[in-house]
């Protein structure tokens, strides 16, 4: 042991002691006879961080893994806080996607939660997460897990947990719960008796109260009708969107629509992509060149847990084209709302939410219906936040975020690819019959609220130098902001982390409601803004670039768009440097 730090060879005689299963004994056997210190030193110097988000990690043994001795005691911590927190018969919702090892995750976090006296229905297959979401709302749960890494590479696993809104897990309750986790230290503290409580199945009776509610969300029905011919192709990336969306495609009546046949089946492996993720052009490859085979109008594309979209339009020059997370929402929140008004259901308590770091598109349009878009941290807990203290008071119309995730309707509360992917289809219909394609309603779209262009910049700064470099950068952005961006002056800087809003023309300062994060945004006199964040799971710091440039009818759009491409670089430089 002498090659391992003192705190991995603590926790390897601690493994060691505990009642593993005989294969998991001799795994360690193997590979201590291996000698692969620095693997065990990686597993083992520290244990996997159940964090605000859950678990997430690569699979294997040692408390530094997704195993099942860390989900189980996970899930024993969560299990102790749910039975402070309610009395009575306490109700759980339990998922998976197709990671490997996901459905036996799954079912171990069913027995334990049953060995705890609770009431647990778990789904029998592999299903999306936003589907969970909306199961623990229907059901009346007190919480819910999802067994996914989401869109990570395939060596990963997660574990995200739920609270009884169908919303990702806040506070108070996030620390508390991370509180309760830590207290397990060994599996001898895990209940494993199943029988103690009930484990249901759930299949298709709850897949049709889902879709059931999907179907519902249809603005325009009449126009799927009549452009129900409409080509679409679909790849669920070897996920979990195989299992609804295309039924839920033809039952809301598109008869066009082709699945990719080699990315239909669920594998843990994801055997044709390098990444399961709907944002890397790689990942949908397939999915175009089968769209331009078959002469479709759209592809559709779904991450491994199905809450997470992409899509690809046809250009008129012929060729499919992808439109990015920031592009999509956009679209989405015009087409909402512009069908809600011409079909006279448009309310003035009706309103929308966005990221800070989501386009000001979103906002734009909102506003122009004379609507509130409400701003929220990243991350779709806080959509969902919004959403729950406005229930009953005003009505969530749709929220979105730039990395591909957004909701439509207010019985989901967390990002849902499935509405998303069937309300795109309709918009692609109302698109050919008002704007004669989905790239004309694009440009449209510009033409009507100006051009927004943005782009991400994501700096890797490794190790502990790395996270002092990341805090100087910061610290400099604060005590000297940068005066313009691309040729355009700067008026505002928020900062999350002290609250603070400072207008730079008049030194006039005001409150920031929002939770304290470590952001920075600067917005220039014309519109444009560039925030500076660094993340809170990886050592990067991530710039997101937005550029607002006037753009009206008769303007080339190609060569504008390539014009605010330039400026972008120019706002790159200005803030970071070439």
């Known amino acids: 042991m002498n090659q391992l730090s003192a705190e991995a060879a603590l926790k390897w005689e601690q493994w060691g002691k505990m009642e593993l299963a005989h294969e998991d004994q001799t795994s360690l056997k193997e590979?201590?006879?291996?000698?692969?210190?620095?693997?065990?030193?990686?597993?083992?110097?520290?244990?996997?961080?159940?964090?605000?988000?859950?678990?997430?990690?690569?699979?294997?043994?040692?408390?530094?893994?997704?195993?099942?001795?860390t989900v189980g005691m996970a899930t024993?911590?969560?299990?102790?806080?749910?039975?402070?927190?309610?009395?009575?018969?306490?109700?759980?919702?339990?998922?998976?996607?197709?990671?490997?090892?996901?459905?036996?995750?799954?079912?171990?976090?069913?027995?334990?939660?049953?060995?705890?006296?609770?009431?647990?229905?778990?789904?029998?297959h592999l299903r999306p997460t936003p589907q969970l979401s909306f199961t623990?709302?229907?059901?009346?749960?007190?919480?819910?897990?999802?067994?996914?890494?989401?869109?990570?590479?395939?060596?990963?696993?997660?574990?995200?947990?739920?609270?009884?809104?169908?919303a990702q897990i806040v506070a108070p309750h996030d620390k508390n719960i991370i509180a309760e986790v830590r207290k397990m230290t060994d599996w001898s503290q895990v209940k494993t008796d199943p029988t103690q409580g009930t484990i249901e199945f759930l299949g298709q009776d709850m897949d049709r109260i889902y879709l059931n509610y999907l179907k519902s969300l249809s603005i325009r029905p009449e126009l799927i009708e009549k452009h129900k011919n409409l080509g679409i192709v679909f790849t669920s990336i070897h996920g979990t969107g195989i299992t609804l969306l295309p039924q839920l495609l033809l039952e809301m009546?598109?008869?066009?629509?082709?699945?990719?046949?080699?990315?239909?089946?669920?594998?843990?492996?994801?055997?044709?992509?390098?990444?399961?993720?709907?944002?890397?052009?790689?990942?949908?490859?397939?999915?175009?060149?089968?769209?331009?085979?078959?002469?479709?109008?759209?592809?559709?594309?779904?991450?491994?847990?199905s809450d997470r979209v992409g899509i690809a339009i046809r250009h008129p020059k012929g060729h499919m084209q992808l439109l990015n997370g920031n592009q999509t929402a956009a679209l989405l929140t015009w087409y909402v709302l512009q069908s809600k008004k011409e079909a006279g259901t448009l309310l003035k308590t009706d309103y929308t939410v966005k990221t800070i770091v989501t386009s000001e598109l979103l906002k734009t349009i909102t506003e122009h219906y004379g609507l509130h878009c409400f701003d929220t941290l990243t991350g779709f807990k806080y959509i969902a936040g919004i959403m729950r203290e406005k229930e009953g008071k005003e009505q969530f119309l749709c929220g979105g975020e730039e990395s591909y995730g957004f909701l439509i309707g207010d019985q989901v509360r967390d990002k849902d690819a499935i509405g998303s992917a069937a309300m795109i289809a309709e918009m692609a219909t109302y698109a050919k019959e008002k704007h004669g394609s989905m790239?004309?309603?694009?440009?449209?779209?510009?033409?009507?609220?100006?051009?927004?262009?943005?782009?991400?910049?994501?700096?890797?700064?490794k190790g502990k130098d790395g996270v002092a470099e990341i805090q100087a950068m910061m610290d400099n952005y604060r005590q000297n902001p940068p005066l313009s961006l691309g040729g355009q002056s700067v008026a505002v800087v928020k900062d999350y982390k002290s609250s603070v809003e400072t207008h730079l023309k008049d030194g006039k300062t005001f409150p920031i409601s929002l939770e304290k994060s470590n952001v920075l945004q600067f917005?220039?006199?014309?519109?444009?803004?560039?925030?500076?964040?660094?993340?809170?799971?990886?050592p990067k710091i991530k710039f997101y670039l937005g550029l607002k440039m006037p753009f009206q009818k008769?303007?080339?759009?190609?060569?504008?768009?390539?014009?605010?491409?330039?400026?972008?670089?120019q706002m790159q430089a200005d803030l970071v440097g070439e």
């Open 31 to 69: 590979m201590a006879a291996a000698g692969d210190w620095k693997s065990i030193e990686d597993a083992f110097y520290t244990d996997l961080e159940f964090g605000t988000g859950g678990l997430r990690g690569i699979m294997g043994l040692g408390p530094n893994r997704m195993n099942r001795y």
């Open 76 to 124: 024993q911590g969560l299990a102790n806080y749910l039975s402070s927190q309610f009395s009575g018969t306490i109700k759980v919702a339990i998922a998976h996607d197709s990671r490997n090892q996901s459905s036996s995750f799954a079912r171990l976090t069913a027995e334990i939660f049953a060995a705890n006296g609770f009431h647990v229905y778990l789904f029998e």
């Open 136 to 166: 623990i709302r229907n059901l009346g749960c007190q919480s819910g897990v999802v067994i996914t890494a989401s869109h990570n590479p395939k060596e990963y696993n997660g574990y995200k947990a739920y609270w009884n809104d169908g």
């Open 253 to 305: 009546g598109f008869e066009n629509v082709s699945v990719v046949q080699e990315q239909a089946v669920a594998d843990g492996n994801f055997p044709t992509v390098i990444y399961p993720n709907p944002e890397e052009a790689e990942a949908m490859a397939m999915a175009m060149k089968q769209a331009e085979a078959e002469h479709a109008e759209l592809v559709l594309a779904t991450d491994p847990d």
């Open 439 to 461: 790239y004309h309603m694009l440009v449209a779209m510009y033409e009507t609220f100006g051009l927004y262009r943005e782009t991400l910049i994501s700096l890797t700064k």
């Open 523 to 538: 917005f220039t006199e014309e519109g444009s803004v560039a925030s500076a964040r660094p993340s809170g799971t990886e």
């Open 554 to 569: 008769g303007i080339d759009f190609e060569a504008a768009w390539n014009a605010a491409g330039e400026v972008l670089k």
